[in-house]
């Protein structure tokens, strides 16, 4: 089993940039292809990025490609978002996720999820 734990969500001015990371435990990070969500008031859940269990491979969402890049740091078990650029629209709740299966935005939902962490970029 597999426990997630979000941070580093918070206000942010528009424009500006912010990092999230994700803490594993329970196994190594390195056993899991993982990756990140977002869920805005009123809007369907969608996908933001993944990242390979090496690390060697990335995919991202059509609205964040270019902006945001998903790292992972095997030996620490943890994995990170980093938001540039930040726009109104990407105010949203961002989970962390992972599964030994790959996952983006087509296909079944990852196994294991983060409680969320709360991003509000503002002008």
């Known amino acids: 089993q597999v426990q997630l734990v979000e941070s580093g969500g918070g206000l942010v001015q528009v424009g500006g940039s912010l990092r999230l990371s994700c803490a594993a435990s329970?196994?190594?990070?390195?056993?899991?292809?993982m990756g990140w969500f977002r869920q805005a008031p009123g809007k369907e859940r969608e996908f933001v990025g993944a990242?390979?269990?090496?690390?060697?491979?990335?995919y991202y969402g059509d609205s964040v490609r270019g902006r945001f890049t998903v790292s992972r740091h095997n030996a620490e078990n943890t994995v990170y978002l980093q938001m540039n650029m930040l726009k109104l629209e990407d105010t949203a709740v961002y989970y962390c996720?992972?599964?030994?299966?790959?996952?983006?935005?087509?296909?079944?939902?990852?196994?294991?999820w983060g409680q969320g962490t709360q991003v509000t970029a503002s002008s």
């Open positions: 996720a992972a599964d030994l299966q790959p996952f983006g935005s087509k296909g079944p939902t990852p196994k294991y």
């Open positions: 329970g196994r190594t990070v390195s056993s899991f292809n």
């Open positions: 990242i390979s269990r090496s690390g060697v491979v990335t």
